[in-house]
Nanobody
Framework: QVQLVEAGGGLVQPGGSLRLLCAAP????????MSWYRQGIGQERALGVS??????NYADSVKGRFTISRDNDKNTVYLRMNSLKPEGAAIYCC?????????WGQGTQVTVSL
């Protein structure tokens, strides 16, 4: 049973930063596309960023503020979020995908508020 476990969410003020991580114990992420999605209240889940090997892709809404990275040896993916905006409040989930297989974590809550 593959488990992706997110951590690092919390409350941050607008303009603040957080670093999320997605750990995959016992699972090799090396050959998977790793992505971060977010879903705000009343919104559809949307892709924020993804990383394929060392190539990254960012949604326009987070480009220049978010950075995704991966440590294949630790089977962990990170999401550094800077200059957070109130509309960035959401549950952030990571996904591992390869061919027709995908695995999701449960998510971590990010709240952006004064």
């Amino acid at each position: 049973q593959v488990q992706l476990v997110e951590a690092g969410g919390g409350l941050v003020q607008p303009g603040g930063s957080l670093r999320l991580l997605c750990a995959a114990p016992g699972f090799t992420i090396r050959y998977y596309v790793m992505s971060w999605y977010r879903q705000g209240i009343g919104q559809e889940r949307a892709l924020g960023v993804s990383i394929i090997r060392d190539a990254t892709n960012y949604a326009d809404s987070v480009k220049g503020r978010f950075t995704i990275s991966r440590d294949n040896d630790k089977n962990t993916v990170y999401l550094r979020m800077n200059s957070l905006k109130p509309e960035g409040a959401a549950i952030y989930c990571c996904k591992a995908s390869r061919m027709f297989t995908e695995y999701w974590g449960q998510g971590t809550q990010v709240t952006v508020s004064l």
